[in-house]
């Protein structure tokens, strides 16, 4: 595949999907990728109302989909680029998957801790043991502090 010249016109793009999905009724594809806003010094996630990154989904046309617009070695990332740049396309989160901000303040995936259902004690009949294991402690302390007096 020949690399097209950079043109800065057109967002930065790092990936090509040779075989892009049907286009809508307007004549664009659609990607799910990291909701983005571009800034003077390039693009910043945005953040949903928990403070974490989420998935947009952004068009395009086919030809741009298949094509990529990389800058000229030196250019890229030191200088900004006038229209931005285009994620990598994602899937949709599985319902135990979440963005957070990791490192550097590059959204990373992160899975949702498995749900522990909380039983009480006494449901369990562990509570006379706990409250045995309870009294043991406070007679241990009581003997530690009474030798440190």
Not at 2 to 28: C, H, I, L, M, Q
Not at 53 to 72: C, D, F, H, S
Not at 106 to 128: F, H, I, N, Q, Y
């Amino acid at each position: 595949m020949a690399v097209p010249e950079y043109s800065t016109n057109r967002p930065v793009k790092s990936w090509v999907d040779p075989n892009p999905p049907a286009p809508d009724e307007d004549g664009f594809v659609s990607y799910l990728m990291i909701a983005t806003t571009h800034m003077g010094c390039g693009d910043v996630a945005l953040t949903n109302a928990d403070g974490k990154p989420y998935l947009r989904r952004y068009k395009m046309t086919p030809g741009e989909a298949r094509t990529l617009n990389i800058p000229p070695k030196g250019d890229f990332p030191d200088k900004p680029q006038p229209k931005g740049e285009w994620n990598f396309p994602c899937r949709e989160l599985l319902p135990n998957e979440y963005f957070v901000f990791g490192f550097g303040g590059v959204p990373e995936l992160r899975d949702k801790p498995p749900a522990v259902a909380v039983t009480s004690p006494a449901a369990t009949g562990d509570s006379t043991i706990i409250l045995g294991r309870l009294e043991e402690i406070d007679a241990k302390l009581d003997i530690l502090l009474s030798k440190a007096k």
